[in-house]
């Protein structure tokens, strides 16, 4: 098992939620926004502030189960900070 995190400086362009490293197998990705306010928006590649699949509101957490060839995305208030933990589970 390996640990992986970072923090990511989210502004108006859906940014993939990655860390610098590849994730080649099936992990759980935790991702929290860290700030007081602003709002962090998970979904696919085209996610905005209007069309998402989740809305992280300030210090709330996100978790989910990913497959190998996943990913996660994130749009927000411009300058808003998430942290993004992933537990490779192979």
């Known amino acids: 098992m390996q640990l992986k995190h970072r923090v990511i400086t989210l502004n108006g362009t859906p940014q993939k939620l990655n860390v610098k490293e590849a994730v080649d197998s099936r992990c759980t990705l935790s991702v929290q926004n860290t700030m007081t306010t602003g709002y962090a928006y998970l ?9 998402y699949g989740h809305k992280l509101y300030p210090a709330q957490s996100f978790t989910i189960e990913m497959a190998t060839g996943d990913d996660l995305w994130a749009v927000g208030d411009s300058g808003v900070k998430v942290a993004i933990f992933i537990q490779d589970r192979e």
């Open 43 to 51: 979904g696919n590649a085209n996610v905005t502030t209007t069309d």
